[in-house]
């Protein structure tokens, strides 16, 4: 007879190559009032738990999760943490569209032909999803997410081997700094991937030690990564372009990062690259495509900020339940190297 500590329910999904694992039963109840104090309870009680889901053997260095938990707020559809190999993030928009996919595709949700709203509480604040949906498929997801705003510019940093690079710290959900690759003398491209990750977190450590981050209203005060980006070249009102998240510890987003999309967005305007008719089409390391474009404009405190939309596509690969036998010797998983 077969005995087991624990038994988790998951859906496995991906958008753009990048994995979701989405667990919908089987965790012990997560306490707090708002999002923020469920991703501390979390983390202060079930961290195990993450590992076990995130890491070997039962995952991977570059597996994603999100949690299922219920609304904060009295209009919210259903609430959401999201896990990485390092531990739990503020906003994730891959996440965000293959949450909606799943949540509508496998019946959470009751969904009509048509465009349907999703109220989704993260972290970070009420994100809004608008799934379009044919025949009971979710075709596309596209999702408002809280306002994105340049947060610091021209912030120099000092790299090995290289010399000074500069770059900005966007809040787009999290705070990435985002940098032109061409300033490591490197190209979005996978045979690359090995160097990105290194210098992206010595970009990611050097400029947590020189700065604080502290947003003015969600509580989020933590840099999650450092985005590469290529140079967007203009075709009409389309601004085509790459880049990739390099986020967590080491961690590499096979998508085109749904929040970095919007983040690259409002960086972008204020720079004047882009305009408020544009649509960025914004390409990953292996080239899946998000498309991003402003909504509206809007103030955070006393930052400039917009309203971006993203959109993407997410597939379902799997019904997972995972389990851990008492005696496994290895209840928390393991991580050697990778990305």
């Known amino acids: 007879m077969m005995h087991f500590k624990n038994r988790i329910d998951c859906i496995d999904a ?21 999002i923020l104090e469920k991703r501390k309870y979390m983390l202060e009680n079930y961290d195990n738990l993450r590992k076990l889901m995130m890491l070997e053997p039962r995952g991977h260095s570059g597996m994603y999760g999100c949690i299922l938990v219920d609304a904060v707020t009295e209009d919210g559809d259903f609430g959401v943490l999201f896990t990485h190999n390092k531990g739990l993030s503020s906003m994730c928009g891959h996440g965000i569209i293959a949450v ?37 498929e979710v075709e596309r997801v596209r999702f408002q997410n809280v306002p994105c705003f340049v947060y610091a510019q021209n912030i120099k940093v000092d790299v090995d081997g290289i010399g000074e690079v500069v770059g900005e710290v966007v809040y787009c959900g ?7 690759v061409n300033q490591v003398g490197l190209r ?49 009102n389309k601004l085509i372009t790459k880049n990739v998240c390099i986020f967590a510890d080491g961690q590499v ?5 749904g929040t970095g999309t919007g983040g690259r967005v409002a960086l972008h305007y204020q720079t004047g690259e882009m305009k408020k008719a544009d649509i960025l089409v914004n390409k990953s390391i292996i080239d899946t495509v998000m498309e991003g474009k402003i ?8 930052y400039d900020a917009v309203i971006t939309e993203v959109s993407g596509t997410a597939h379902i690969m799997g019904f997972t339940q995972l389990v851990l036998d008492p005696k496994d010797p290895l209840p928390e998983g393991f991580r050697i190297i990778g990305s």
């Open 14 to 34: 991906h958008t753009g190559g990048e994995p979701l694992r989405i667990v919908t039963s089987g965790l012990p109840p997560i306490l707090g009032n708002t």
């Open 295 to 302: 909504i509206k404009e809007t103030k955070v405190g006393e």
């Open 253 to 257: 987003d096979r998508s085109p990062t």
């Open 174 to 180: 999290a705070f990435y700094v985002y940098l032109d």
């Open 100 to 136: 909606t996919k799943v949540a509508i595709e496998t019946g959470m949700l009751i969904a009509k032909d048509g465009e349907n709203v999703v109220k989704i509480d993260t972290p970070a604040g009420r994100v809004t999803a608008y799934a379009d949906v044919k025949d009971g």
């Open 188 to 236: 979005v491209s996978p045979e690359y991937t090995e160097q990105l990750v290194k210098i992206g977190m010595e970009i990611k450590y050097k400029v947590m030690e020189m700065m604080e981050f502290n947003h003015p209203t969600s509580g989020v005060n933590w840099l999650y990564g450092t985005i590469f980006f290529e140079k967007p070249e203009r075709e009409e």
